[in-house]
């Protein structure tokens, strides 16, 4: 059994994953903290883990989590790079979900997030864990920086294209939405019911920080710089993200349909669906699948890719539970087999 840490529990993401570790054969959940809620009951504050998660939110104690085997972060940026280092160290695997990590170059990393890294000498030595393209790196890992959401779905969306050189790299475009639980479990004007409900609305169109995470990303698919533009929407739904991308293509001779088929034909948690396919977020809803459609409307030269996973699990804590499998050995399905919900 795997003695596994987290540190912030009382996060959207951070309840996701107790809820997925709570089910996991090969999992004893041994430490779970929060500064402010310390000595409440986990099941207390999540009902829904009553019965599965007995134990309490502890202050972080850094002995404690070192004798954890893996100790995932499901914090703010900025909290990993200060405490990962001693983990790391003492010989624990890390599998931080926030940015602290994401991005190789630090000058980057500062200029998007707004502060100095505590821990720059690791940004190197992170291996950024999307599954699809990074499983032999993930494997031998120490230290794994889990993708963001909406680059998660981005980069699954154009991955087949880019690995076969099919599209142009210099103006790609990303519209995507989100359901409103991506911007965390906090109070805010802009998430609550009344301002969110019945309203649609795009943000962060002059830059918002998954974009050089997507960008670097892409870049590495396609052996080369990109051009991309990537505009994120708030839309009225608890959970999901929507990800329409668009490209021109190199050449119209390719069965764009067979390409993907072929790429993610042994990925348990991409689904391929028919030609004319439209993918709803609603059929990922819960689960760790990313559901992709590819399009070439009228036969011309433009290909549209439709991709959505649930921002909370394929987007996060489930993306984070399957590195986490592919890191120890286990088979990959381990803990994430469930089915979407519906409705």
Request: charged share 25%; hydrophobic share 40%; glycine share 14%.
């Given at each position: 059994?795997?003695?596994?840490?987290?540190?912030?529990?009382?996060?959207?993401?951070?309840?996701?994953?107790?809820?997925?570790?709570a089910q996991h054969p090969q999992v004893e959940l041994t430490v779970i903290t929060s500064r402010s809620e310390a000595g409440m009951a986990v099941a207390d504050m999540f009902p829904s883990l009553r019965g599965h998660v007995r134990l309490k939110?502890?202050?972080?104690?850094p002995q404690a989590l070192a004798a954890c085997d893996v100790v995932f972060f499901a914090t703010p940026n900025g909290t990993a790079m200060q405490m990962a280092p001693a983990l790391l160290q003492a010989g624990v695997r890390v599998i931080d979900l926030a940015a602290d990590?994401?991005?190789?170059?630090?000058?980057?990393?500062?200029?998007?997030?707004?502060m100095t890294h505590a821990s720059p000498e690791y940004l190197e030595q992170a291996v950024y864990g999307l599954p699809e393209v990074y499983r032999a790196a993930v494997r031998e890992a120490r230290l794994v920086a889990n993708p963001g959401c909406y680059p998660t779905a981005v980069q699954l969306g154009w991955l087949p294209l880019l690995e076969a050189g099919l599209i142009g790299t210099a103006h790609l475009i990303a519209d995507c939405k989100s359901g409103v639980s991506g911007a965390g479990r906090k109070a805010e004007i802009g998430t609550l019911m009344c301002e969110a409900s019945d309203s649609f609305k795009a943000y962060g169109v002059s830059g918002h920080r998954h974009l050089p995470e997507i960008r670097q990303g892409l870049a590495g698919m396609a052996k080369g710089a990109v051009g991309l533009t990537f505009v994120p929407h708030l839309t009225p739904m608890i959970r999901g993200i929507h990800a329409t991308l668009y490209a021109r293509l190199k050449r119209t001779d390719v069965d764009l349909q067979a390409l993907y088929?072929?790429?993610?034909?042994?990925?348990p948690f991409v689904d391929v669906m028919a030609a004319g396919s439209h993918p709803e977020t609603r059929s990922v809803r819960g689960s760790n699948i990313c559901r992709i459609a590819v399009h070439r409307p009228q036969g011309g030269d433009t290909v549209v890719v439709?991709?959505?996973?649930?921002?909370?699990?394929?987007?996060?804590a489930g993306q984070a539970v399957h590195n986490l499998n592919i890191m120890h050995g286990l088979p990959e399905t381990l803990g994430l087999s469930g089915i979407a919900m519906s409705p």
């Open positions: 059994m795997l003695k596994v840490g987290i540190v912030g529990g009382t996060g959207y993401t951070g309840v996701e994953l107790l809820r997925l570790l939110f502890t202050a972080p104690d990590y994401r991005l190789r170059e630090r000058a980057t990393w500062e200029q998007w997030y707004g088929e072929r790429r993610y034909a042994g990925e439709l991709a959505v996973i649930d921002n909370l699990v394929k987007g996060a």
